[in-house]
C-alpha cells in the first residue's frame, strides 16, 4: 500500500512538471477557442507568430522557456499560438491587424482588452500580461464601449478622460472633444473643465474657447494671470494649423481673419508660416512659387531670405520632388552660400540635390560641407553631415548616375 502511495504521489509530481515545463497553447478554430476560455473562466491570450519571425524564435527560445512566465501565463490564460503558416491562425492576425509578434488578450466574446507588439522579455512580458489584467484596464475597455455606444454624460465622460490619460493617452484629445461639446456652462463651472483645456484646448471652434473668451477672470482666477490669454492664443494657433491642413482655400482665408482680430503677437511671421504649410500639405506649388515672387508676402518676413529659407527647408524635410521647387529651392540657397555660405547652405544644396537624384553632385556638397566643419570645429564630429554621406554613397554604389 505504501509503495503504491509512493507511485501515486511521484506520478503526480511528474504530471504537475510537466504540465508547467511549457506554455500550454491551445490549437483550433478562434470561435472553439472562445468557448473554451469561457469554460476555464479566463481570457484568451493571442501570439502572433512566424517561421521568419526573428524576434518571435528568439522570445520562444529564451522568454517562453521561463518558469515565472511559464507558470504566469498556464495559470492566468488560454494561450494560442497564431501562427502565419496556420490556416486559423493567419485568419486570428487579419482579424486583429496584429504584427509580428504580438499579443491580444480576448475576452470570451472575442473582444479586445489588451494588445502590444514587439520582442519581450520575461519581466516584461509579465509586467504587461499582469497589467492586462487590472481592474483598472478592464474599466478602460468597458467605459470605450460605452462611449462608441452614445454615453456623453459630463460625470462619465471626466471619469473616462482621467483613466485614458493613464491607460490609453491615444483617446483622450477624442474624449475632451466630446467632453466640452456637452458640457453645459454650469458644467464648465462645476467641475473646472478650463484646467483641462490646459492640455487639449486646440481650435477656437469648440465651447472651450467660447467659455474662455465670455470668462477670461475666472479662468484666470483659476489657473493663474494671463492664463486665459494663453489658452486663447493655443486655440487660434490649432486652429491655423487646421486650416492649413484643408484643401478649401476658403477655410484657411477665415482663419486667418481671425488672426488679425485675435491678440497673438508676431501675426506677420505667423502669416507667411501658415501660408507655406497650407501650400505644401496641399502640393500646390505653383502658387507656392508665385507666393515668393510676390514682394508682399515677402515683406511679412524680416527679410526676404527668411522666408525664402523656410521655403528651401521644408522642400528638403518634406522631400519634395517636384522639378521646379526644388530648382527654386537650390537657387536661393545658392545664393544665400555665394554671399557667404556656411556649413548648413552646403548640407541644405547636397540635400536638394539628392532629391533632384543628383547624387555625384550631393556627394560632392556634403564633403565640402564636412571639410568645412572640421577646420570650424576641429574638436566636433560632424555626425549628421557624416551619415546623409554614408547613407547616399551606399546608394550610389549600387545604382550610379
Given at each position: 500500500?505504501?509503495?503504491?502511495?509512493?507511485?501515486?504521489?511521484?506520478?503526480?509530481?511528474?504530471?504537475?512538471?510537466?504540465?508547467?515545463?511549457?506554455?500550454?497553447?491551445q490549437k483550433g478554430s478562434l470561435?472553439?477557442?472562445?468557448?473554451?476560455?469561457?469554460?476555464?473562466?479566463?481570457p484568451l491570450l493571442l501570439y502572433?507568430?512566424?517561421?521568419?519571425?526573428?524576434?518571435?524564435?528568439?522570445?520562444?527560445?529564451?522568454?517562453?522557456?521561463?518558469?515565472?512566465?511559464?507558470?504566469?501565463?498556464?495559470?492566468?490564460?488560454?494561450?494560442?499560438?497564431?501562427?502565419?503558416?496556420?490556416?486559423?491562425?493567419?485568419?486570428?492576425?487579419?482579424?486583429?491587424?496584429?504584427?509580428?509578434?504580438?499579443?491580444?488578450?480576448?475576452?470570451?466574446?472575442?473582444?479586445?482588452?489588451?494588445?502590444?507588439?514587439?520582442?519581450?522579455?520575461?519581466?516584461?512580458?509579465?509586467?504587461?500580461?499582469?497589467?492586462?489584467?487590472?481592474?483598472?484596464?478592464?474599466?478602460?475597455?468597458?467605459?470605450?464601449?460605452?462611449?462608441?455606444?452614445?454615453?456623453?454624460?459630463?460625470?462619465?465622460?471626466?471619469?473616462?478622460?482621467?483613466?485614458?490619460?493613464?491607460?490609453?493617452?491615444?483617446?483622450?484629445?477624442?474624449?475632451?472633444?466630446?467632453?466640452?461639446?456637452?458640457?453645459?456652462?454650469?458644467?464648465?463651472?462645476?467641475?473646472?473643465?478650463?484646467?483641462?483645456?490646459?492640455?487639449?484646448?486646440?481650435?477656437?471652434?469648440?465651447?472651450?474657447?467660447?467659455?474662455?473668451?465670455?470668462?477670461?477672470?475666472?479662468?484666470?482666477?483659476?489657473?493663474?494671470?494671463?492664463?486665459?490669454?494663453?489658452?486663447?492664443?493655443?486655440?487660434?494657433?490649432?486652429?491655423?494649423?487646421?486650416?492649413?491642413?484643408?484643401?478649401?482655400?476658403?477655410?484657411?482665408?477665415?482663419?486667418?481673419?481671425?488672426?488679425?482680430?485675435?491678440?497673438?503677437?508676431?501675426?506677420?511671421?505667423?502669416?507667411?508660416?501658415?501660408?507655406?504649410?497650407?501650400?505644401?500639405?496641399?502640393?500646390?506649388?505653383?502658387?507656392?512659387?508665385?507666393?515668393?515672387?510676390?514682394?508682399?508676402?515677402?515683406?511679412?518676413?524680416?527679410?526676404?531670405?527668411?522666408?525664402?529659407?523656410?521655403?528651401?527647408?521644408?522642400?528638403?524635410?518634406?522631400?519634395?520632388?517636384?522639378?521646379?521647387?526644388?530648382?527654386?529651392?537650390?537657387?536661393?540657397?545658392?545664393?544665400?552660400?555665394?554671399?557667404?555660405?556656411?556649413?548648413?547652405?552646403?548640407?541644405?544644396?547636397?540635400?536638394?540635390?539628392?532629391?533632384?537624384?543628383?547624387?555625384?553632385?550631393?556627394?560632392?556638397?556634403?564633403?565640402?560641407?564636412l571639410s568645412d566643419f572640421r577646420?570650424?570645429?576641429?574638436?566636433?564630429?560632424?555626425?549628421?553631415?557624416?551619415?546623409?554621406?554614408?547613407?547616399?554613397?551606399?546608394?550610389?554604389?549600387?545604382?550610379?548616375?
Amino acid at each position: 500500500m505504501r509503495v503504491l502511495s509512493i507511485i501515486l504521489l511521484w506520478s503526480l509530481i511528474a504530471s504537475t512538471s510537466e504540465a508547467q515545463d511549457h506554455i500550454r497553447f491551445q490549437k483550433g478554430s478562434l470561435s472553439s477557442l472562445l468557448n473554451f476560455a469561457k469554460a476555464e473562466g479566463k481570457p484568451l491570450l493571442l501570439y502572433a507568430t512566424s517561421k521568419w519571425c526573428g524576434p518571435c524564435l528568439k522570445m520562444e527560445q529564451r522568454t517562453f522557456r521561463e518558469d515565472s512566465v511559464i507558470r504566469f501565463i498556464n495559470e492566468n490564460f488560454v494561450p494560442v499560438k497564431a501562427a502565419y503558416e496556420d490556416a486559423e491562425g493567419l485568419k486570428m492576425q487579419k482579424k486583429y491587424k496584429m504584427a509580428l509578434p504580438a499579443f491580444v488578450v480576448l475576452d470570451h466574446t472575442g473582444e479586445e482588452l489588451f494588445t502590444f507588439a514587439g520582442f519581450q522579455t520575461g519581466a516584461g512580458l509579465l509586467v504587461k500580461l499582469r497589467e492586462s489584467r487590472s481592474p483598472e484596464q478592464r474599466m478602460l475597455k468597458k467605459m470605450e464601449t460605452q462611449f462608441a455606444s452614445g454615453r456623453h454624460d459630463v460625470p462619465f465622460l471626466l471619469d473616462y478622460l482621467k483613466l485614458a490619460e493613464k491607460r490609453k493617452p491615444a483617446m483622450t484629445a477624442e474624449i475632451y472633444k466630446k467632453l466640452v461639446m456637452s458640457a453645459s456652462e454650469a458644467d464648465f463651472v462645476r467641475y473646472s473643465l478650463v484646467k483641462y483645456s490646459q492640455r487639449y484646448i486646440s481650435s477656437d471652434e469648440l465651447p472651450d474657447y467660447k467659455y474662455i473668451r465670455l470668462h477670461r477672470v475666472r479662468t484666470d482666477s483659476l489657473l493663474g494671470q494671463g492664463a486665459s490669454q494663453n489658452l486663447l492664443n493655443r486655440a487660434m494657433y490649432g486652429t491655423l494649423y487646421n486650416a492649413s491642413r484643408q484643401s478649401d482655400r476658403a477655410v484657411l482665408d477665415r482663419a486667418m481673419e481671425k488672426l488679425a482680430i485675435s491678440q497673438l503677437p508676431d501675426q506677420n511671421s505667423i502669416k507667411w508660416q501658415t501660408e507655406l504649410d497650407y501650400y505644401f500639405h496641399n502640393k500646390q506649388y505653383n502658387n507656392l512659387l508665385k507666393s515668393l515672387e510676390d514682394t508682399s508676402f515677402l515683406a511679412l518676413g524680416k527679410s526676404p531670405d527668411e522666408i525664402r529659407n523656410a521655403f528651401a527647408t521644408n522642400t528638403v524635410l518634406r522631400k519634395v520632388t517636384d522639378p521646379k521647387v526644388l530648382a527654386s529651392a537650390m537657387g536661393y540657397v545658392k545664393n544665400m552660400a555665394d554671399a557667404g555660405g556656411n556649413v548648413q547652405q552646403l548640407t541644405m544644396l547636397g540635400q536638394l540635390e539628392q532629391l533632384s537624384g543628383n547624387r555625384a553632385k550631393a556627394i560632392s556638397y556634403y564633403e565640402q560641407a564636412l571639410s568645412d566643419f572640421r577646420k570650424q570645429r576641429p574638436d566636433q564630429e560632424p555626425l549628421g553631415i557624416l551619415n546623409l554621406l554614408e547613407d547616399i554613397k551606399n546608394d550610389h554604389e549600387k545604382s550610379p548616375d
